[in-house]
């Protein structure tokens, strides 16, 4: 097993940055790919980004590559997630996802452990 708390989320103005963390516990942390999905309301459940179990191995979605970035720290078991440019259309709850494959992949399925999620709220 393994526990997933996500922290940060907050309401920001467009075009301003928040900055996620996942705190992870349990299971042993740099054995699994890291992600972060969000939902809004009436959405599907998509991609942010994700991350492998070394770190150098990246995936994001296409809304906001170049924007975002994914961060992990193996000596923390902490995942980031730093989000610069923000949106109003970012506007979501904010999932922290774990998965046993070392790289990362797009696949809600292929991810075991699912944090609470974290509201980010971004004004116009």
């Known amino acids: 097993q393994m526990r997933l708390v996500e922290s940060g989320g907050g309401l920001v103005q467009a075009g301003g940055s928040l900055r996620l963390s996942c705190a992870a516990s349990?299971?042993?942390?740099?054995?699994?790919?890291m992600s972060w999905w969000r939902q809004a309301p009436g959405k599907e459940r998509e991609l942010v980004a994700a991350?492998?179990?070394?770190?150098?191995?990246?995936k994001y979605g296409d809304s906001v590559k170049g924007r975002f970035t994914i961060a992990r720290d193996n000596t923390k078991n902490t995942v980031t997630l730093q989000m610069n440019s923000l949106k109003p259309e970012d506007t979501a709850v904010y999932y922290c996802?774990?998965?046993?494959?070392?790289?990362?992949?797009?696949?809600?399925?292929?991810?075991?452990?699912w944090g609470q999620g974290t509201q980010v709220t971004v004004s116009s």
């Open positions: 991350v492998g179990w070394a770190g150098d191995n990246t």
């Open positions: 349990g299971e042993h942390f740099p054995s699994h790919a």
């Open positions: 996802a774990a998965g046993p494959a070392h790289c990362p992949t797009g696949y809600s399925s292929h991810y075991d452990y």
